[in-house]
């Protein structure tokens, strides 16, 4: 195959490599044949390897994607691949990105669990059949790899829109019971970066690797705030 892979920072351009196919091999395995056999300056990050750390993405043929967890025989077109930082935040160089944009919105989302305001306050038990526990079943699995902050378009066109990552975490807040910050969360999410910005064209939906809905999780989001709205609350 030929492998088409970007080398430099924001600027930079892209360099060739032939590399083997071989059954069964994922992209991060194509990565690590390049730089332990062709070229070992080349940058890229990885953890887990097997889809749980979320530190594998990046733009493969246009998309966002984890690599761990991506078979190159589903994506290779013609015997070509494309390999690129993943979209919507700054390279440090060739494959890596700066998660430090990514993880800023989740503080201004207010994405940090609040615990009880007092430590002798009773801990709520919470049942996996509870009705708000559920709405969020899907969303608290989140892996923060990026994907969707990468498909967004809205992302890309406005640099203060918070991003259905965080808008998904801050949802998964709202409905934990255990935490305490929901006013103050939910005016950041109703600021000017907030969930009224998305346009609810599933882009996120798409390529969350995982399968999860960061739009219906903001669209949960948005009910919340019109009815704290209405009621005086924020
Ligand atoms: S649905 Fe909303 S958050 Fe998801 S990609 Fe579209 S604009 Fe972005
Ligand atoms: S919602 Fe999905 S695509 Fe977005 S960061 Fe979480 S796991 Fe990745
Ligand atoms: S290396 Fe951890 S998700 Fe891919």
């Not at 059954?23 to 056999?37: A, K, N």
């Not at 990026?146 to 975490?169: F, I, K, Q």
Request: a neutral charge; hydrophobic letters at 35%.
């Amino acid at each position: 195959m030929t492998v088409s892979v970007w080398r430099g920072k924001e600027e930079g351009g892209y360099e060739e490599f032939q590399v083997p196919f071989v059954e069964g091999q994922t992209i991060l395995d194509l990565l690590t044949h390049i730089q332990r056999s062709v070229d070992s300056s080349l940058s890229y990050r990885f953890a887990c390897r097997v889809g749980m750390c979320g530190s594998c993405a990046m733009q493969v043929n246009g998309k966002p994607r984890w690599t761990c967890r991506t078979l190159v025989s589903n994506v290779v077109q013609n015997d070509r691949l494309t390999l690129e930082p993943l979209a919507n935040l700054p390279v440090v160089k060739d494959l890596v990105v700066d998660m430090e944009p990514f993880f800023d919105k989740w503080q201004e989302a207010k994405g940090r669990f609040e615990p009880a305001e007092s430590a002798v306050q009773e801990f709520a038990p919470i049942k996996p059949q509870d009705k708000q526990r559920a709405k969020v079943d899907e969303a608290i699995e989140c892996i923060n790899c990026g994907c969707c902050y990468a498909a967004c378009d809205v992302v890309e066109s406005n640099p203060a829109y918070l991003g259905p990552a965080a808008l998904n975490r801050a949802w998964s807040l709202i409905n934990d019971a255990k935490d305490f910050a929901n006013p103050e969360r939910l005016k950041a999410v109703s600021g000017d970066g907030g969930c009224q910005n998305c346009h609810t064209n599933s882009q996120c939906v798409a390529r969350c690797p995982l399968q999860l809905n960061p739009t219906r999780s903001i669209a949960g989001l948005k009910k919340t705030v019109a009815l704290a709205t209405l009621k005086g609350e924020i």
